[in-house]
C-alpha cells in the first residue's frame, strides 16, 4: 500500500481543515511537473533487486510482483534510481 | 530476520513532500519511517523537513507528525513520550527529525536535557552540513572549507574556517544508552541501526549523513553516490556507540581519494591543493584515533 493522490481536492473553505492539515497522508497536489526527465523501467532487464525501491528519495518506487514500478504523480526525475540500477534497467526519457 | 528492502514494510510514510529531486535528508526519514512502522510520532522542528512535509492542507507524513520549535525536538520528544505513557499507550516509538543546525547549534541543549533524563526517545539528525531550509548558512556541522552564503569563499580566506563539530562523540560522551553514525550511502547499515535502537529502551541518537545536492553544488542524482563516497574517502565514518564502547562499522582497508569526493561539489571548488592538503591529514588523524580507540 502507499499513499495516493484524493481524486477530490478542496474548492472551497468549507472543505479546507480547520486544524493545520487533512490527516495523514491527504494528498491533493501532484509533485510530476518538477520533472524534466522521467525514469523508465525496463522490465525484461529488472530482476528486482529493489535498491532503487530503497534508495528513492521520495518513495515513488514501489514493489509490483517480483519487479518495481514507478508513481509518475510523485516522481520528480531526480535520476537517483537510474545511477543506483547495476544492470541499466532505469533509462531517463525526456519529458516531452 | 534481519531487515532489508525485502523485509521492510512497503507503506511509504513520507510520500508526496516538496523536498528538492535528489535530496537525502528526505531520503533518510523515509527509510527511518518505514522501519519504524505507522506508530510513530514523528516531531520536526524548524528546517527543510517540516517546510516540505507540511503543505497546507495536505500532510506528507503517513503518521503522526509534529512541528516543533527550532531548539525543542528533544524537549517535545520527552512531552511525547510522557504523555502517551501518562494514558497507557506503550507500543509507539517517539522520533525526533532535525537537521544538523537544529541539533548541534539550535537544538544542542534540549537534546542533553534529555539523553541526562534517558528520556525512551529515537533522535535522528540529517546532517546536510550546513542551514539549506533557509539558503545555505553555514552551521557548526559545516566541514573546513565549505563555501555557503555565510562563509564565502574569497581571496583571502576560502570558504569555513572551522571543522566540523564531532556531534557523535559529543552525544556519546553523556554516556547515551545507544548511540550510532550513518550515511544515506549505505542505507542497509542504517536501517540495521533504526531497528536496533527501536528495540533499545533509552535514548537513542542517530546521525546520518545526507547530501544536499542543492547547497552542496552536485547534480540531483549524485546524493546517493556522494553519501557513498563520503564514507569511502575517509571524511565520514559508521560507527557504533553502546555500552560505553565505540564500534567502528565499516573501516575502508584504502580510502579513496579526497580531491575527487571534494571537487565534485561546487562547494568545495575554490579549495587550493593546501586546503586539501589539511583536509587529507585531519582525516588521516582522526582514523589514527579511530583505529587507537574504537573496536573492530
Known amino acids: 500500500m502507499k499513499p495516493y493522490l484524493r481524486d477530490h481536492a478542496p474548492t472551497s473553505f468549507d472543505e479546507i481543515p480547520d486544524s493545520t492539515s487533512y490527516e495523514a497522508g491527504y494528498l491533493v497536489t501532484k509533485n510530476a511537473g518538477w520533472r524534466s526527465v522521467r525514469p523508465v523501467i525496463d522490465p525484461d532487464k529488472c530482476v528486482g533487486c529493489l535498491n532503487c525501491y530503497l534508495y528513492c528519495p521520495d518513495g515513488v518506487i514501489f514493489r509490483q510482483g517480483d519487479k518495481v514500478s514507478v508513481d509518475y504523480d510523485f516522481c520528480k526525475g531526480c535520476g537517483i534510481c537510474q545511477k543506483i540500477c547495476r544492470l541499466g534497467a532505469i533509462t531517463m526519457e525526456e519529458e516531452k | 530476520m534481519a531487515i532489508s528492502a525485502k523485509t521492510i514494510n512497503e507503506t511509504e510514510f513520507f510520500y508526496g513532500h516538496k523536498a528538492c529531486a535528489g535530496c537525502g535528508g528526505s531520503l533518510a526519514v523515509k527509510i527511518a519511517l518505514k522501519v519504524l512502522g505507522e506508530k510513530s510520532i514523528a516531531v520536526v522542528p524548524a528546517g527543510c523537513m517540516s517546510a516540505v512535509g507540511f503543505n497546507y492542507p495536505q500532510l506528507c507524513f503517513g503518521c503522526n507528525a509534529i512541528i516543533s520549535t527550532f531548539a525543542g525536538t528533544a524537549s517535545m520528544l520527552t512531552g511525547v513520550e510522557a504523555g502517551l505513557r501518562a494514558q497507557g499507550i506503550t507500543d509507539f516509538h517517539a522520533v525526533g527529525f532535525a537537521g544538523d ?13 534529555a539523553i541526562d533524563r534517558n528520556d525512551d526517545i529515537l533522535y535522528i539528525c540529517y546532517d546536510n552540513e550546513a542551514y539549506m531550509n533557509t539558503g545555505i548558512q553555514k552551521s557548526s556541522l559545516t566541514p573546513f572549507g565549505a563555501k555557503t552564503t555565510t562563509t564565502p569563499a574569497g581571496k583571502n580566506i576560502r570558504g ?16 547515551i544508552s545507544y548511540a550510532a553514525t550513518a550515511s544515506v ?21 542517530i546521525h546520518i549523513l ?11 542524482n549524485e546524493t546517493v553516490e556522494l553519501a557513498k563516497e563520503v564514507v569511502d574517502c575517509g571524511l565520514w565514518y559508521l560507527s557504533e556507540y553502546e555500552n560505553g564502547e565505540f564500534t567502528i562499522n565499516n573501516r575502508p582497508k584504502e580510502f579513496t581519494s579526497v580531491e575527487h569526493y571534494l571537487k565534485r561539489q561546487s562547494r568545495f571548488k575554490h579549495l587550493t591543493d593546501e586546503d586539501i592538503e589539511i583536509i587529507t591529514n585531519a582525516r588521516d588523524k582522526k582514523w589514527e584515533y579511530i583505529d587507537k580507540h574504537f573496536a573492530k
Not at chain 2, 574556517?161 to 556531534?167: A, W
Not at chain 2, 550511502?185 to 541518537?205: C, H, Q, S, W
Not at chain 2, 545526507?210 to 540531483?220: I, R
Request: proline share 7%; charged share 20%; aromatic share 8%.
Open chain 2, 160 to 175: 569555513n574556517i572551522r571543522p566540523k563539530k564531532n556531534m557523535f562523540e559529543i552525544v556519546a560522551a553523556h554516556g
Open chain 2, 185 to 205: 550511502g549505505y542505507l542497509p547499515d542504517f536501517m540495521k541501526k533504526v531497528e536496533k535502537a527501536k528495540n533499545i529502551r533509552g535514548t537513542k541518537y
Open chain 2, 210 to 220: 545526507a547530501p544536499c545536492p542543492t547547497g552542496w553544488g552536485a547534480a540531483a
Open chain 2, 101 to 113: 543546525g537544529g541539533t548541534a547549534d539550535i537544538g544542542i541543549q534540549a537534546l542533553s536535557g
